[in-house]
Nanobody, 120 residues
């Protein structure tokens, strides 16, 4: 069983920065992709940023130029550096990791979520 544990959320003023971390633990894993999603009250969960093993990162238009996704060399920990935060970035942020099994079926794992609040 894979567990994803997030950290780094909190309350920050507009224009401030936060860094989210998500570490995988548990069974042996070989993720092909890791990423961050967010869900604001009354809205659907949306992709914030994702990165594939050996690939380039992908960002939502709303965070391009402000957020940066990265991983460690083992590709089992993912980070999200968030700069120039805006009130509209307020949401619960979820870590995602994806495996592809021997039948090419995609298996998604999710963290428990961490609250990011941007307010003066």
């Amino acid at each position: 069983q894979v567990q994803l544990v997030e950290s780094g959320g909190g309350l920050v003023q507009p224009g401030g920065s936060l860094r989210l971390s998500c570490a995988a633990s548990g069974s042996i894993f070989n993720f092909n992709a890791m990423g961050w999603y967010r869900q604001a009250p009354g809205r659907q969960r949306e992709l914030v940023a994702a990165i594939t093993r050996g690939g380039s990162p992908n960002y939502a238009d709303s965070v391009k130029g402000r957020f940066t996704i990265s991983t460690n060399n083992a590709f089992n920990t993912v980070y999200l550096q968030m700069n120039s935060l805006k009130p509209e970035d307020t949401a619960v942020y979820y870590c995602n990791a994806q495996q592809v099994d021997y039948t090419f079926r995609k298996i998604d794992y999710w963290g428990q979520g961490t609250q990011v609040s941007v307010s003066s």
